[in-house]
């Protein structure tokens, strides 16, 4: 029995299909997601998700949201997910570079503060995700 998985954003929808595996960046760590998983409603940080389908894998990168797991259906309602060779690299390194600069004079406003570090984060996921296609994983 296969997994349902759709991939969402507020412009798109960027996967959708059957699945042998799925693993997500939860709040709380990474979360494996097999065919017949109990019912989950989580959130999710900025990070990597892998779909393993057909012995193949497909690297996306997240930038945080929510997972609904239910009746082996896991919905993906992403802030933003890239697949790795959708990535803009040298966007995201001039993300990272910007964010850095200015993660040196921190502002003092808490919700600055976090969307900064949260900027940063979406910058070296896609970094880190990207490089997955230049080792040659993907398919
Ligand atoms: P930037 O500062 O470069 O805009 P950001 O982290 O602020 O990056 P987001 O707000 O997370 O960008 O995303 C805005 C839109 O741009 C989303 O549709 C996202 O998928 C896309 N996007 C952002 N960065 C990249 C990238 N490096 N490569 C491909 N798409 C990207």
Known sequence: MPLHLEIVTSDATVFSGEVD???????????????RHAPVLSTLKPGELTVKVGGDELQFAIGGGFVDINNSKVIILADSAERSED???????????????????????KEELFKLENALKRSQVRLHVAGHRRRGNRI
């Open 87 to 109: 990535i803009d690299v040298s966007r995201a390194e001039t993300a990272r570079l910007r964010a850095e600069e200015l993660l040196k004079n921190p502002p003092p406003n």
């Open 21 to 35: 595996m799925v693993t997500v960046p939860g709040a709380g760590g990474v979360m494996g997601i097999l065919p």
